[in-house]
């Protein structure tokens, strides 16, 4: 990127953080999620508002100053009111029958859980954000009679797909024995059997009963471009002919340029991209600060852990509309590199 161009994008997310924090005092996780950029340029921004007196510290919380108000009164920012819809979060769609009858249902199912475990770079969205996407996948005609399988599924999505009643097949692959087998007992129990689950290591081949098997597929990736790349390719050897696929990617962890990058690769495998829907998904992140994440260290002030979901992603629907292309369809030999890259900062590079 060029020194132009770096300026107006650090100038953008400054001008975002100065007009969030005319609304009321943030902490330094809200300020992370008002930002909508790189976890890095996020932070760019914030110290460069804090060196030039715009932004100040009350404590652990952001707080805008006179100078900051200067700023956006002469950008006449401080007349605009946030057009985000208030309802439904900014996402389009809202739970209504039988979603939020699966919601509450699906919040009983989830109290035995297994805990995310960060060597798998796990991090659950919200059960809110689980059921938000069955809701999605069902307004597409991708749920109802669908085979639909789950590329990873710590979220536990299975199980919230098995009680809407709508697909005709679930089937999880997923690299945690745990996962596998929390998602094989509730089966068992609800007498579920349509809902299977084994585990799988992405870096492996696909196997072979499930190559052109499914007419959907849903996986919230690693964001390492070799990585994400991987798991994409493995869900489309998956797919029949036309079908349809969805993924989520952040921008906490994910620059522009990787998007790009990412969306290249999309184009390659025989994809067009049908939707992208920001800031749909929610996280529920643990021990954030307790376990040194990178994103903690680089804080300018002493923080606590979060008090808001302040990492967000987009979700993307793909349609398969050329013959299958995968990147990768042997084995792949990735290390940590498969979690881990230079802009990660909510994934531990050990």
């Known amino acids: 990127m060029q020194r132009s161009e770096a300026r107006l994008a650090a ?7 100065l007009w969030a924090l005319q609304h009321g005092e943030r902490s330094y996780w809200g300020v992370l999620r008002d930002g909508e950029a ?12 804090l060196d030039a007196g715009e932004v100040a510290t009350k404590e652990d ?13 002469a950008l006449a920012l401080d007349r605009l009111v946030d057009p985000g819809c208030e309802a439904c979060g900014g996402r389009g769609i809202r739970l209504k029958p039988p979603f939020d009858g699966v919601l509450q249902a699906f919040r009983e199912r989830l109290k035995r859980r297994p805990k995310a ?3 798998f770079d796990q991090g659950v969205v919200t059960p809110e954000t689980a059921v938000l996407r069955l ?14 399988l789950l590329l990873g599924d710590d979220d536990l999505m ?13 089937h999880v692959l997923d690299v945690d024995a745990r996962v596998v ?11 579920w059997d349509h809902v299977s689950a084994e585990v799988y290591d992405v870096r492996e081949p696909l196997p072979a009963a499930l190559r052109g098997a499914f007419d959907v597929f849903f996986t919230d990736p690693v964001e390492t471009l070799p990585g994400i790349l991987l798991f994409l390719s493995r869900a489309t050897e998956a797919l029949r002919e036309g079908g349809a696929g969805y993924f989520g990617l952040s921008y906490l962890e994910a620059s522009w340029s990787k998007w790009r990058d990412i969306q290249r690769g999309i ?8 939707d992208a829907l920001p800031a749909y998904q929610d996280y529920e992140l643990e021990d954030i600060v307790a376990l040194g994440y990178p994103v903690a260290q680089a804080a300018p002030v002493a923080v606590r852990e979060p008090d808001v979901p302040f990492y967000r992603s987009t979700v993307f629907r793909l349609v398969l509309v050329a013959p299958p292309a995968p990147r990768y369809t042997g084995r792949v030999e990735l290390d940590r590199d498969l979690y881990y890259d230079d802009e990660a900062s909510v994934t531990l590079p050990r």
């Open 11 to 17: 100038r953008r997310i400054e001008e975002r953080l």
């Open 38 to 49: 790189q976890a890095d340029a996020v932070v760019g921004a914030l110290r460069a508002l």
């Open 61 to 73: 919380r952001f707080v805008l100053t006179e100078a900051g108000r200067a700023r956006l009164s």
């Open 117 to 119: 475990a960060p060597e």
């Open 135 to 148: 809701s999605l996948l069902a307004r597409r005609g991708d749920l109802a009679g669908r085979d639909l």
């Open 158 to 170: 299975s199980l919230a797909a098995a009680l809407s009643g709508f697909p005709r097949r679930v």
């Open 181 to 191: 087998a929390f998602i094989r007992e509730v089966a068992r129990e609800e007498g």
């Open 267 to 274: 184009l390659e495998m025989g994809y067009a991209i049908t």
